[in-house]
C-alpha cells in the first residue's frame, strides 16, 4: 500500500534524498525527535516537525514510495525535477497546464504513477512519451 502525503512532506523527502542522507538517519533523527539533525543536513531552512505526524508509516514511505494528496501543477513540475531529473524546455514542454512529450522509461513511468495525485492522468503518446494532464471529471 503506498501512503497518500502532502506536497510539502513530498519536498522535505526529496531534499532528504538529494541530500543523499540514508534512510535509517531520517528515521532515527524522528524516532529520537532530533530533527535538527535533519536540518543540518539540508542546510537548516526545512521544518521537518510534519515527520513527527507520519512517523508511524515513514518506514515504509521511503521504502515504497509515496502519492501525494493533492498535487499542483508547480507542485508537478517540482516533483518532476526532484524525483526523476526531468526539466521543463529540456525534456518536456508545457501546454495550458499539461506536461507534454515527457519520454519516460517503464521504471521512472512506475515511479511517476506512485506518487501522482488523483487528480491528475498520464496519456502515453508514442512508445515512451507521455502527456500529463488534469482529469476533467
Known amino acids: 500500500m503506498v501512503h497518500e502525503i502532502t ?5 522535505l523527502i526529496e531534499a532528504l ?3 543523499e542522507v540514508p534512510d535509517n538517519e ?3 533523527a524522528v524516532s529520537q525527535q532530533k530533527i535538527g539533525n535533519l536540518k543540518d543536513r539540508t542546510g537548516g531552512s526545512f521544518d521537518f516537525t510534519s515527520f513527527y505526524e507520519i512517523e508511524a ?3 515504509e514511505i521511503l521504502q ?3 502519492q501525494v494528496k493533492f498535487l499542483t501543477f508547480p507542485g508537478l513540475k517540482r516533483l518532476l525535477e526532484l524525483k526523476l531529473e526531468k526539466k ?6 508545457v501546454h495550458e497546464f ?3 512529450g515527457l519520454a519516460l522509461t517503464s521504471i521512472e ?3 511517476l504513477e506512485t506518487f501522482l495525485s488523483r487528480n491528475w492522468m498520464i496519456e502515453s503518446t508514442d512508445g515512451g512519451v507521455y502527456t500529463i494532464k488534469p482529469k476533467t471529471e
Open 64 to 66: 515504497n514510495g509515496y
Open 26 to 28: 531520517i528515521l532515527e
Open 57 to 59: 508509516y515513514l518506514p
Open 98 to 100: 499539461q506536461i507534454e
Open 88 to 93: 521543463e524546455d529540456v525534456d518536456y514542454t
Open 17 to 19: 534524498k538529494t541530500a
Open 109 to 111: 513511468k512506475v515511479e
Open 7 to 11: 506536497l510539502m512532506d513530498a519536498y
